[in-house]
């Protein structure tokens, strides 16, 4: 028989305590900006504290689903101004830039 819910697994407490963490970090909705792990800036459209996950569309290229993981993937909350400074010249990080293959960057 399968679990109906997540807190039937054995580090259902963990879980629940590392979302908590990551919920009153990011404090994301949807509507709200957030860059993921291809550090695109995304508009949010779903966000499952439950499930460890959260969605949205890129405003670099128009795709979606993005989907990451809140946990593992570095998402973060972006303001207006770094959303369209990620549009305008890609990541803020230097490094993080450079991981990019020139041929996938913005």
């Known amino acids: 028989m399968q679990a109906d819910s997540t807190d ?3 580090f259902a407490a963990e879980f629940q305590e590392a979302m908590g963490k990551v919920q009153a970090e990011l404090q994301l909705a949807p509507g709200d900006l ?3 792990c291809f550090f695109h800036p995304v508009v949010c459209v779903e966000v499952d504290y439950d499930h460890d996950s959260i969605s949205g569309v890129s405003l670099i290229d128009g795709s979606y689903p993005r989907n990451c993981s809140m946990r593992f993937c570095g998402v973060r909350k972006l303001s207006v101004a770094e959303a ?3 549009r305008q010249h890609g990541a803020l990080d230097k490094a993080d830039r450079d991981r990019i ?3 996938r960057r913005w």
Request: proline share 8%; aromatic share 24%; glycine share 0%.
């Open 8 to 10: 039937d697994y054995p």
């Open 34 to 36: 957030y860059e993921d």
């Open 84 to 86: 369209w400074e990620i």
């Open 101 to 103: 293959r020139a041929d």
